[in-house]
């Protein structure tokens, strides 16, 4: 059984910082691309920030030169440092992650059960 748990979460202050972390476990072969996506209240998931596995990453217009994502693949975990936040930035966090379980097994989407992060003005 996959499980991804993160932590992290909590109250800041606008212009604070938050460090986010996701770890993968259970039965892992290969874990493949990773994303971090947050969901505000009364909008739609959107996607935040995606790593792959060989560490290239891409992010939202909205987060860019603010969030940096990384990973370390000997711990199956994706982190997301979240600088200068705003309160725009209030939301439930998710990780995400495309992993094999075995080898020659699908590729499926695992996701984690989310970590709120609030910004207070």
């Known amino acids: 059984q996959v499980q991804l748990v993160e932590s992290g979460g909590g109250l800041v202050q606008a212009g604070g910082s938050l460090r986010l972390s996701c770890a993968a476990s259970g039965s892992i072969f290969n874990i493949f691309t990773m994303r971090w996506y947050r969901q505000a209240p009364g909008k739609q998931r959107e996607l935040v920030a995606v790593?792959?596995?060989?560490?290239?990453?891409n992010y939202a217009d909205s987060v860019k030169g603010r969030f940096s994502i990384s990973r370390d693949n000997a711990k199956n975990t994706v982190y997301l440092q979240m600088n200068s936040l705003v309160p725009e930035d209030t939301a439930v966090y998710y990780c995400?992650?495309?992993?094999?379980?075995?080898?020659?097994?699908?590729?499926?989407?695992?996701w984690g059960q989310g970590t709120q992060v609030t910004v207070s003005s």
């Open positions: 995400n992650a495309d992993l094999q379980v075995v080898p020659y097994s699908p590729v499926r989407d695992y």
């Open positions: 790593i792959s596995s060989g560490g290239s990453t």
